[in-house]
Structures are given as structure tokens and as C-alpha cells.
């Protein structure tokens, strides 16, 4: 059972380098990145005509937005926590 999961593993990884290889071959890191971002862009606009989309889009962008700005700051941060300031 090991060797098979092993040999699956390695079968995958193998996968991987090659079709990252040929999405890569010819095209530099910037330009890979400007052409996947495209093509997210391109994505999100063929399904933003379906309004639960948008709605589950705007709802997961609040959740991590706020998850994101709910963090306190570090130890060497001067900037205050206002959840442990005084409300009045």
C-alpha cells in the first residue's frame, strides 16, 4: 500500500512539472501571471451576468476583508487596537 501511494505521489508530482512546464514553456513569470490574471478576470465577467455570483463573491470578499482587518497588530505595531480602547 506505501509503494502505491508512493508511485501515485510521484506519478502526481510528475504531472505537475509537466503541464506546468507547458503552460510556462515560451512565456516569462510576468507574462504567465498577466495572462492567468486575464483569464480569471475573463471568467469572473462570463459568470458576474448571474446575480448569485455576484452575491457569494461580495459575501466571501467581506469574510476574508474582514477576518484580514480583524488581526491584531504585532508587538512593534504604534498603531492602537481599538477593540481595547475605552468606548467612551
Not at 510556462?24 to 475573463?42: A, Q
Not at 476583508?65 to 477593540?83: E, H, I, Q, R
Request: glycine residues 4%; positive net charge; contains cysteine.
Amino acid at each position: 500500500m506505501v509503494g502505491y501511494l508512493q508511485s501515485n505521489s510521484e506519478r502526481y508530482t510528475r504531472f505537475c512539472v509537466i503541464f506546468t512546464w507547458i503552460i510556462t514553456r515560451g512565456k516569462s513569470i510576468t507574462r504567465l501571471r498577466k495572462w492567468f490574471v486575464n483569464k480569471l478576470y475573463k471568467l469572473f465577467l462570463e459568470m458576474s451576468h448571474f446575480w448569485i455570483t455576484q452575491f457569494l463573491f461580495i459575501i466571501i470578499f467581506l469574510i476574508f476583508s474582514s477576518l484580514f482587518l480583524m488581526g491584531t497588530p504585532g508587538p512593534k505595531s504604534k498603531v492602537p487596537n481599538l477593540a481595547l480602547l475605552p468606548c467612551c
